[in-house]
């Protein structure tokens, strides 16, 4: 229960089925709950910024994070430090950020005509920066989602190449390739954007 | 001229710096207990199982999906999250042949019926319904006696998500007298307040009241102080921001409109007290609204209409609470043609970001006491139907 609804109802009427108030016993570990939303306080706005840089879209960001954050509180009894939560959700996010672009990938080919009249909230978030930074962003949405992590990991976040490997699941080695061909294939298609 | 690295930073702080300090939106975590397991590391056989666990995880996840695509459940009903973040349970007002409206708590993915609640003599049916953010708690107007000018109590209807009992208890909030009429409940955001739009029997005005779900205090209170009495349109939906201030409500404010209101602002004129939102002329939103609880835009079913009325096709979308410009389509039909005895259907719930919806797309008629034609999660451009009852007249998640 995230508020209180009613503590102060009087409980009087049993109409229903006679349940009492033992019958909702507290909602449980209130340490992981109020962990895991301090973690969130603290670094939503990042990553969510991180979320959007990877799909432009607001929302789509949102939802991500948001369930990277659930997943952390269903495993909290997994963590064996809880001081690598940070490093948890931020891979949760990274994942979360891959399957949602495959799904708008499918969304994309599978749309209707009919159903295209949106404009999307990533058109809202791309026009408020500018026309240099839109032909980047629109290369950087159109490198295969591995080498957009890569570079967004190593320019935006400033990562260092080992940490890079551990939030992808790969050896710095791939890192350093995947990085590399990223940086060329953008080179390229930041020459076709108009 | 910058390196191509320089411009990948530049250009990603851009648009990370388009989300702007403390806009996060609240977090929502399972109401459940999060699971207790021992710490300790996990043995290393048991890596050996985790191809295999992948395999079992991929056929629950399209078995799951395929029987949910039947509206035959096949998703868990017990304690934890569903796809999307959508709520476990609902509760739906039911309406008997004989005429009372009972109220029923739902699982939302397969249907089934957890309880039907009757009001508690000498009330006699429930009239309105509204969901707390919790997902397990609901909020219901009772009103009676039969035969005698009718009150109306409020309730709180739990349910428990570890056995799925349910338990109705009055709310500490004074009787609303005769005369006025429960038109909408809303609760907010953080579960402590309770709006409650009223719509007067006689030569009153409307009025929206927020009361303190905790101890039943009025705390506010606005009215309508212009037009003729009796006459005034009265409040339909209602639905509150995440933070906590903005209550939207239906009002058909010119025509094809809906209104914000600002809780903390002083005063008591309820349309001075609101931002209007007008929106597009083809398609009737009024009655069909929710506001995500991001607030930036209203989710919405609508149907379309051309200049003479004719429905053709309905939409589930977002809309910009700003300008009521349609700014997102989840999905669209279209009936070329028109098709003459459908209705609006509505929103019940959205995702914080808006991106997924419960929503009823249509009626099967035109006027308001029409049957909803079904129920169904609109994801994507997807829309995933969910088992409906077509006695249910009005449902809250």
Request: net charge positive; aromatic share 8%.
């Amino acid at each position: 229960m995230r508020g209180p609804v009613a503590p102060g109802s009087t409980g009087a009427d049993s109409a229903v089925s006679g349940h009492t108030d033992a019958e909702y016993p507290d909602p449980g570990p209130q340490d992981a709950r109020q962990a895991v939303s301090a973690l969130y306080e603290a670094h939503a706005v990042g990553l969510i910024r991180l979320a959007i840089v990877m799909l432009g879209d607001r929302p789509a960001a949102e939802d991500v994070v948001q369930e990277a954050f659930c997943g952390l509180y269903r495993r909290w009894g997994q963590l064996d430090d809880p001081g690598k939560a940070l490093g948890y959700v931020r891979s949760a996010v990274l994942n979360g950020c891959r399957s949602a672009l495959r799904r708008l990938s499918r969304e994309a080919r599978s749309a209707q005509p009919d159903e295209s009249l949106e404009t999307s909230e990533s058109a809202e978030a791309l026009a408020l920066v500018n026309a240099e930074h839109r032909a980047v962003l629109g290369a950087l949405r159109r490198l295969p989602a591995r080498q957009r992590e890569a570079l967004v990991l190593r320019f935006y976040l400033d990562l260092p190449e080992p940490e890079i490997a551990r939030s992808m699941g790969v050896s710095p080695g791939t890192v350093k390739s995947t990085t590399s061909r990223a940086l060329a294939a953008l080179g390229r298609l930041v020459q076709e954007v108009p | 001229m910058n390196t191509l690295e320089d411009r990948v930073r530049t250009a990603t702080q851009a648009i990370a710096g388009t989300v702007a300090p403390g806009s996060a939106p609240p977090l929502r975590l399972p109401a459940g207990p999060a699971p207790r397991r021992a710490p300790g590391r996990i043995r290393r056989w048991a890596h050996w199982l985790t191809p295999a666990a992948a395999a079992l995880a991929v056929t629950a996840v399209v078995l799951g999906t395929l029987a949910l695509q039947r509206g035959q459940g096949g998703l868990p009903d017990s304690p934890g999250p569903l796809p999307g973040g959508l709520p476990r349970y609902y509760a739906a007002l039911v309406q008997e042949p004989s005429g009372p409206w009972w109220a029923q708590v739902r699982t939302t993915v397969t249907g089934k019926v957890l309880a039907t609640v009757r009001p508690p003599l000498p009330y006699t049916r429930f009239s309105e319904v509204a969901a707390t953010p919790d997902d397990h708690t609901f909020v219901l107007a009772g009103i009676g006696p039969q035969g005698q000018p009718s009150v109306t109590q409020l309730y709180a209807l739990r349910v428990n998500p570890a056995t799925g009992g349910v338990r109705l208890s009055r709310l500490p909030i004074p009787l609303i007298p005769e005369r006025w009429r429960v038109n909408a409940l809303a609760v907010s955001p953080d579960g402590t307040r309770l709006a409650v739009a009223l719509e007067p029997g006689g030569a009153q005005r409307p009025r929206l009241q927020l009361y303190s779900m905790t101890s039943g205090a009025r705390l506010r209170e606005w009215g309508v102080n212009t037009g003729r009495p009796g006459a005034a349109p009265v409040v339909g939906f209602m639905s509150w921001a995440a933070d906590g201030r903005t209550l939207e409500y239906s009002y058909p404010v010119r025509g094809n409109g809906a209104a914000l209101l600002d809780v903390t602002r002083p005063g008591t004129n309820l349309l001075g007290n609101s931002t209007i939102v007008q929106f597009p002329k083809w398609a009737d939103l009024t009655y069909n609204l929710t506001m995500t609880a991001g607030g930036r835009l209203i989710a919405s079913a609508a149907y379309i209409t051309r200049g003479n009325g004719t429905v053709t096709g309905w939409l589930a979308g977002e809309f910009s609470a700003r300008t009521g410009k349609a700014v997102h389509v989840f999905y669209r039909r279209s009936f070329p043609g028109g098709h003459p005895s459908f209705g609006p259907g509505t929103v019940w719930w959205a995702s914080p970001s808006g991106r997924v919806l419960i929503a009823s797309p249509a009626r099967h008629g035109l006027g308001p006491d029409q049957a909803y034609t079904g129920l169904g999660v609109f994801t994507g451009h997807r829309y995933i139907p969910l088992p409906w009852n077509g006695r249910i007249a009005e449902a809250a998640w």
